[in-house]
């Protein structure tokens, strides 16, 4: 018996139509820009601080941010400076305040950038009382911060 061997044939060329493929890549690729947020501000909340709600979608710049929680705890950039007391100013928050102003006025003068240093970042537990905010904006003016920016919770 003979063996017969069958030389294989040469496959042709196939042509992939990536037309659907280009229409899902473009779909995705407007999802992810539209989702993209070019914010240079990240917060990290402190325990126990509900934040108040907000139809806002203006997006903030570099700024110290205060944040009081429902126990009066003060933190600036997420580090807690002390308590507020039951009236009056408080001296470490305003101490504090103008340490950053500093830091940022020497930073941004190096790097030649043109800041509003104006500017501060307020947080507040949405239950919190006006006295509170109104005194924390006091101090924070006092610091030289005389622009406020509330954060809060979006519902986009």
Known sequence: MKKKFHRKREREA????????LDILTILLVFLLKSYNASDLKLDLTKGLEMADSDSKHMTRFAPVVQVNKEAKVFLNNKEIGRLPASGEM???TKKLKEERSMME?????????????L??????????????????HDSALAGFSQFKFIVRGNY
């Open 120 to 137: 501060v970042n307020l947080v507040f537990d949405k239950d919190m009382d006006y006295q509170i905010v109104q005194r924390v904006m």
């Open 91 to 93: 001296g470490v928050l």
């Open 14 to 21: 196939v042509d992939v139509d990536i037309t659907s493929l």
């Open 106 to 118: 020497s930073m941004y003068k190096a790097k030649n950038h043109k800041v509003n240093l104006d």
